[in-house]
């Protein structure tokens, strides 16, 4: 929860606070504050108190850093300067590797009303989509929205290229039949759980990974699949033998093990 009384910013400036603070927060007008849509998560806290450390430490100079330009109308001082980059490169070590860029159609897409989503929400999408799926390589539709919002609240302090990638990736929950259309050109939706067509981390065994997600569909929701049936359906569609080493790499990136046979990973 953020209380408006800390939120006081130049008139000219109050728009665009109000669009940053609706990618991850609802205006409670009767209470005069914002909320968080998305709980605070306890277990993370207790889990990893190291980094809510840093991060506190790091927006706690950034808050200063902030508030000190916006009450002098945006203009900052060589100290804001070297406040600003010392955090930058404090979170900078935190960041994770960029991901390889995905191929994905950008002709703009239309939806009920009429409205386009923006070109450069289009674009940052691929790359966004492809982060979330590396924190979990099973996802239900919800988890993604939550997930691109969750984005750009942690990029929110990196270099100004990425923080604009992730914020505009998140403007794609505003519209979820769109979202829905790009995400389907990344990846599969298997009884309503996605994973990604194409494997960040073992592109060269797709072939195989489309035979088990086809397997996964063909059989519904509930899809157990044994190991002789998946060396069965590869042989026929590849037209070979499988190796261990490929069958292992793809069937433990998307399925976990009940008992002898292989079940799509919950998607959270």
């Known amino acids: 929860m953020i209380r408006k009384s800390v939120l006081r910013v130049p008139k000219s400036l109050s728009d665009p606070m109000k669009k940053f603070l609706n990618i991850f927060a609802v205006e409670r007008p009767s209470l005069d504050d914002w909320k968080f849509k998305q709980p605070t998560d306890i277990s993370f806290l207790k889990n990893h ?49 960029e991901a390889k860029p995905m191929n994905v159609d950008r002709t703009p897409v239309r939806n009920a009303r009429g409205a386009t989503m923006s070109p450069e ?8 989509l492809q982060k979330v799926f590396q924190n979990q390589k099973v996802c239900s539709f919800q988890i993604i929205c939550e997930q691109l919002r969750s984005l750009a609240v942690s990029q929110s302090s990196l270099p ?37 067509r194409s494997s960040p981390d073992y592109p060269e065994h797709d072939a195989l990974r489309k035979v088990v997600i086809d397997l996964l569909i063909g059989k519904g929701p509930k899809a157990k699949l044994k190991k002789a049936e ?23 990136d998307i399925c976990e093990s009940h008992g002898g046979s292989w079940a799509l990973k919950k998607g959270g």
């Open 49 to 97: 108190p190291d980094i809510v450390k840093s991060q506190y430490e790091i927006w706690e100079t950034k808050g200063k850093t902030i508030m000190g330009l916006l009450n002098r109308g945006g203009k900052p001082t060589p100290r804001d300067g070297n406040n600003m980059s010392s955090a930058t490169q404090k979170q900078s070590k935190m960041a994770p590797k």
């Open 160 to 196: 100004k290229a990425v923080a604009k990638m992730a914020i505009d990736a998140a403007y794609a929950v505003d519209s979820p039949e769109e979202l829905i259309k790009v995400l389907d050109q990344v990846a599969v939706n298997i009884h309503g759980l996605y994973v990604l």
């Open 121 to 128: 929400t289009r674009d940052a999408l691929p790359k966004a």
């Open 230 to 252: 998946i060396e069965e359906a590869a042989k026929m569609a590849l037209k070979r033998n499988i190796s261990k080493n490929e069958y292992e790499k793809v069937v433990t």
